[in-house]
Every structure is written in structure tokens, then in C-alpha cells.
């Protein structure tokens, strides 16, 4: 319980500099979202939960822009708990479950919650179908970033997990 609480904790800072920091707002909360990975990987999906929960609901209490606080909450703090889940199906299921998790999101902020989500989007994006496809673009390499980061984890950080 004390991995997922620290871990929290400092998900909740890095949130707090991307709210208060001018530029850069969108790579601090998915760095932010990283830091959840860390306790699906050493305590388990139910740590990973925790760590995720405590710092979105701290997030939305505590953290200035709102914006920041709902994109941790619904997507990059979300993320590595349903990655996890979407990697324990088949290679091609799993691929498509994350890209229907991702553009249900998208199209959740994209509708419903754009005063948050469009003053993260560059301008040519507002307003055209060009932001799925660059959208699901960005997620793929993501994605892939994400795996790799992950498995620099167990192997430098966690190297017990390996065994």
C-alpha cells in the first residue's frame, strides 16, 4: 500500500507543474500518467488502481487547471491500467481494444469536454476530422513509447520482476 501511495503522490506533483508550468502541459500529465505503469508493474493491477485513483481525485481537488486534472483522469492516468488489461488478449484484439479505448476518449473530449481539450490541440486540428487521424497517429507512437519505457523499468528499475 506504501508503493501505490508514494507513487500517487508523485504523479499528483508532476500534475501540479503541468497545470501551473506555460509550455509543455500536455507531455508533464503523460508523464504523469507514466508513474501509475510503475505500481501495475511492481504491486499489480489493484496498486496501479490505487495509485491512479488517489491522484485523480487529489487532481481534481488540488490541481489549478481543470484541464489537466480530466486528462489525467480519463485517459493518461487511465492508461496504463487498461493497457495492461488489453495486453493479456490476443496480439490483434489487443491492439483493437486499446484503439477503441483511445477513441472513445477522443471523442469524449472532442464533444463533450472541448473548453479542456482544444487548448491542447494545434490549430490546425480544431474544427476537422484531421484530429483522429493524427490523433490515433500520436497514440500509436504512444503506445509503442510507453511499451518501451515499461520494459527499461524491468529491466534497470525492477530487475527482480524478470525472474
Known sequence: MTLPALLSALSLALLYVASVVPGGRLGMVALAGLVPAAAVISVGLR?????????????????????????????????????????????GLELLAKLLFFN?????FYFLLAEFFLPFLPEPLVGTGLVYLVGNLAFLVYDYGFSKLIALYLHRVDPVLLK
Open 104 to 108: 472513445a476518449i477522443l471523442t469524449l
Open 47 to 91: 496498486g496501479g488502481l490505487m495509485c491512479y485513483a488517489a491522484a485523480a481525485i487529489l487532481g481534481l481537488l488540488v490541481v489549478p487547471d481543470k484541464g489537466c486534472a480530466l486528462l489525467y483522469l480519463l485517459f493518461f492516468g487511465l492508461y496504463p491500467v487498461v493497457k495492461s488489461l488489453c495486453e493479456r488478449l490476443p496480439r
